[in-house]
Structures are given as structure tokens and as C-alpha cells.
């Protein structure tokens, strides 16, 4: 088992940016790459990016590429999302996720944090 829990979510303006993270436990840390989701209301959730387990490899969405930055501290156990100039759509609850190996498949990933929530307003 692995226990996720995020933190740094809250209500920035246009623009702004918040870095999220997500601090693991329970099994090794290092045997799984990590990935972020997001679900905004009424609407399915979404991949937004994704890191191999040394880092090496990194994905995101078009929609935030250039703007979003996965980062991961193995001796520190957190995976990290950093967002820089957002926008109200990116308005979401985030979920951090552990999978075998690195995907933007939700299928694919075993366990999952509970969601810290961003609110970007316009």
C-alpha cells in the first residue's frame, strides 16, 4: 500500500502560482513513478502530468506544457507540481497517483491521494 497526501492547493488570481505537493508513504517511494490528475465540476478527470521514478522522464498535457513543472524528491518521499501563470480554467481538485511505471493512463496508476482543490480567479 501507499498513502498520498497533497497540500498547497487554494484560490489564486489569473496569472498567479501555487505549487502543489504530494507526500507519499508506506511501501518504496522510489519503485513508482507519479503522476497529477485533475477534475473540474461536471467534467471528467484529466491527465496533467507525470514523472518516471528518477525523474528522468517527464509528460504533461498540452494544456498546461510550458506552464506546469513535475518535480519529485525521493529522499523526501513528495512529488511536486508546480504551476506557474494560471488560468481560470485550470480550476480543479488535483489528485496526485502512483503507477508502475510512467503513464497518462488513470487506469494504470494503483493508488491515488485524496485531492487538494486550485481556484484560479479571473
Known amino acids: 500500500q501507499v498513502q498520498l497526501v497533497e497540500s498547497g492547493g487554494g484560490l489564486v488570481q489569473a496569472g498567479g502560482s501555487l505549487r502543489l505537493s504530494c507526500a507519499a508513504s508506506?511501501?518504496?517511494?522510489?519503485?513508482?513513478?507519479m503522476g497529477w490528475f485533475r477534475q473540474a465540476p461536471g467534467k471528467e478527470r484529466e491527465f496533467v502530468a507525470a514523472?518516471?521514478?528518477?525523474?528522468?522522464?517527464?509528460h504533461y498535457a498540452d494544456s498546461v506544457k510550458g506552464r506546469f513543472t513535475i518535480s519529485r524528491d525521493n529522499a523526501k518521499n513528495t512529488v511536486y507540481l508546480q504551476m506557474n501563470s494560471l488560468k481560470p480554467e485550470d480550476t480543479a481538485v488535483y489528485y496526485c497517483?502512483?503507477?508502475?511505471?510512467?503513464?497518462?493512463?488513470?487506469?494504470?496508476?494503483?493508488?491515488w491521494g485524496q485531492g487538494t482543490q486550485v481556484t484560479v480567479s479571473s
Open positions: 514523472i518516471s521514478w528518477n525523474g528522468g522522464i517527464t
Open positions: 508506506g511501501r518504496t517511494f522510489q519503485n513508482y513513478a
Open positions: 497517483a502512483a503507477a508502475p511505471f510512467t503513464t497518462r493512463m488513470s487506469s494504470e496508476y494503483h493508488y
